[in-house]
């Protein structure tokens, strides 16, 4: 661009010095005139026949960014994209019935060896890429240098000087031409299914992955089921084996309490009624009456009322006769225990002990009422005349209850046949 306008200035410069000339000729040597204007055209000729090596301002400003090349630079595969988008913009217009002129057949020219030499670039990374990959260390640079620098095969042929240009004007381009209208239909219509096979393709793998993703749902819901079932199956087996080992050890508990319950000895009230029924000839109803009457003895003799002891306990029998032990209520009953059950023999209890009570005849308050209605029950059947009122007792007979506990046990005035009721034996 600096010596386009050098050679315009040079231009202006020689067209003026020939008008002073030829004016100065005019006046003084006319002869001089033709000599002048020879000598003035000298560098409008050099200028107009040196051929442009450099682009004017309008050319730059018209030139794509792939062709502006900057010394050092290292963007060739960026300025190859764009090379490229230049090169599908010529097609399409060939394509479109339209001759490109001489300017555009060196641009694309130009475009078509940038993507060759970008090309060429990434296929020598790749190389190198792959044999950094596959080479030990020790020998990686001396394959790296031989692979960028192969031997030289070539020194025979002649080699241009590298600086050496030559002229676009020069440069014989191949026209493209236009392909025919039917042609370019068809490519048209080539590319657009094309377009169609390849949205299909990209929808049909679209689907393919969806599907692949939702199997794969499946068959870890039907794992996690499958764990979750053999985690049941487990719990259940290894509850079942606990149940195998507690087993007998529930059984043996269950059969010692069996035995426990069959050795278990009576204890004294039903010692009598067994005793009693065999006396006295009694039916299984009348055996289960004595127990009604020892009920009754119980709960409703004296009203409920009994001397209170130690503990909150109660007595159906007065354990002292002024003060001492012996001759007392108490010790007349348990003399007639020990008489009963020698004659029937019957396992005398603990508590039937006279040395128990002579220092404190209140511990007799904890001896249990049953125990206490059964030692009066055999109070009752070691006294004359009680059988007949203990068979009609032990039948229901109520008044006959009544009559065997005012009579044998309370002794109450026959005046006041109603003052066992409040008083205590």
Do not use: C
């Not at 278990?264 to 006396?279: F, G, M, V």
């Not at 020990?338 to 019957?346: G, I, M, P, R, V």
């Not at 009122?389 to 032990?394: D, E, N, P, R, Y």
């Amino acid at each position: 661009m600096q010596i386009s306008s050098g050679l315009s200035f040079m231009s202006a410069l020689s067209i003026i010095a020939a008008i002073t000339l030829v004016l100065y000729a005019l006046k003084f040597k006319p002869q001089l005139i033709v000599g002048f204007l020879a000598i003035s055209m000298v560098p409008f000729l050099v200028v107009t026949m040196v051929p442009s090596t450099t682009a004017s301002t309008s050319d730059v400003a018209a030139m794509e960014p792939w062709e502006i090349h900057v010394p050092g630079e290292t963007n060739l595969q960026e300025r190859a994209k764009e090379a490229t988008l230049f090169v599908a913009r010529v097609e399409k217009k060939t394509a479109d019935g339209k001759i490109l002129d001489q300017k555009e057949n060196l641009r694309l020219r130009d475009a078509q060896i940038l993507i060759k030499n970008a090309n060429t670039q990434r296929k020598s990374s790749a190389a190198i890429a792959r044999l950094t990959a596959s080479t030990p260390p020790d020998t990686r640079a001396e394959a790296i240098r031989a692979k960028l620098n192969p031997p030289d095969r070539t020194r025979d042929v002649p080699v241009a000087p590298p600086n050496k240009v030559r002229p676009r004007t020069k440069t014989s381009v191949k026209t493209t031409k236009p392909p025919a209208p039917q042609k370019a239909a068809a490519m048209e219509s080539k590319s657009e299914t094309l377009t169609k096979e390849a949205k299909a393709a990209e929808a049909k793998k679209v689907q393919q992955e969806r599907i692949d993703a939702a199997n794969a749902k499946k068959a870890q819901e039907a794992q996690k089921r499958m764990a979750e079932k053999a985690k049941r199956l487990a719990e259940a087996k290894k509850a079942k084996q606990q149940a195998a080992v507690k087993k007998p050890t529930i059984a043996k508990k269950v059969a010692a309490k069996q035995k426990m319950v069959s050795t278990k000895k009576p204890d004294l009230l039903s010692q009598y009624a067994t005793a009693e029924a065999k006396r006295l000839a009694l039916t299984p109803q009348s055996k289960q009456g004595l127990a009604q009457i020892a009920k009754f003895v119980s709960e409703q003799g004296d009203n409920g009322i009994s001397a209170q002891a130690l503990n909150g306990g109660r007595s159906l029998f007065t354990p002292t006769m002024n003060g001492v032990y012996e001759g007392s209520p108490l010790h007349t009953a348990i003399n007639r225990l020990h008489a009963y059950s020698n004659k029937h023999n019957l396992e005398v209890p603990k508590w039937a002990n006279h040395d128990l009570y002579k220092k404190t005849p209140e511990k007799f308050y904890t001896v249990s009422t049953r125990d206490q209605a059964a030692l009066v029950m055999i109070s009752f059947a070691q006294q004359r005349g009680t059988d007949a009122l203990i068979v009609q007792a032990a039948t229901g007979d109520i008044q006959a209850t009544e009559q065997l506990y005012l009579k044998f046990h309370h002794k109450a005035p026959q005046s006041d046949p109603g003052a066992w009721q409040t008083s205590t034996s």
